[in-house]
């Protein structure tokens, strides 16, 4: 965990291909023969990293297809929870890093869970349009439109931002589904004060800024250099 969390982290800092296994050694103050015991290449880092992601995803979708809620309870479960997961270093991995760095193996697999996802939004958009608490519309898009802006959260989210993982995913919950529901939302924003004005400090980038390139699309971009993360181009 600590040994996947360094490397992560560095891979961030310097871009993947700029990172080196010495350079991972030495965070983990140990010697490089000493990390082969863990890891053969930087490859297999950059993979398991995005599975300690994908792991938690997996869990998340597998309590919510459980929960019995409707459509739009579902969705916004999954909106809120993969919201959260993006804030965390395995949950940006997932997003930050280009797949075609990995084996082809590893990559069929990364693409493989990718449409997975991408499914299950739209079969809880759908579900939705069926039980009635989700307006008309056609799940593939608004599958898209949603999942594009939750993956943005993983290239423009600051650990030390004003706001925490869960100010973040109750905000994303109302935000991307407020709609498309067919009931009220009784939730009020997480970053609105209660007379109505914003008062709080929005992380850098602009939560509310439109970033309209598709999930896969989103996805496929490499990491960036750089601890801090720098505001999306306009």
């Avoid at 992601?53 to 919510?64: N, S, T």
Wanted: glycine share 8%.
């Amino acid at each position: 965990g600590a040994g996947r969390r360094t490397a992560v982290n560095l891979f961030r800092e310097q871009g993947y291909h700029r990172a080196t296994l010495n350079e991972v050694a030495e965070r983990l103050n140990i010697t490089k023969p000493a990390l082969y015991n863990y890891f053969r290449s930087k490859e297999e880092i950059l993979f398991e990293c995005w599975a300690l992601g994908q792991e938690q995803v997996d869990e998340i979708i597998a309590d919510i297809s459980r929960s019995g809620d409707d459509g739009l309870g579902k969705l916004r479960a999954l909106v809120r929870a993969y919201a959260a997961t993006m804030a965390t270093e395995f949950g940006a991995s997932m997003v930050r890093f280009n797949p075609r760095d990995l084996s082809p193996d590893n990559e069929k697999t990364v693409r493989a869970a990718k449409r997975g996802i991408d499914r299950t939004f739209r079969r809880y958009i759908a579900d939705g349009v069926a039980d009635g608490s989700i307006k008309p519309c056609d799940p593939k898009l608004t599958a898209f439109a949603i999942a594009g802006s939750l993956n943005w959260i993983g290239h423009w989210y600051q650990r030390d931002g004003a706001l925490s993982p869960d100010a973040i995913a109750d905000e994303f919950a109302v935000r991307l589904t407020e709609g498309l529901t067919n009931r009220p939302i009784k939730k009020k924003s997480a970053l609105t004060a209660p007379d109505g004005n914003n008062n709080r400090k929005r992380p850098k980038g602009g939560l509310h800024e439109h970033h309209p390139r598709p999930a896969a699309r989103a996805a496929d971009q490499p990491g960036r250099a750089g601890h801090r993360l720098r505001r999306p181009p306009s």
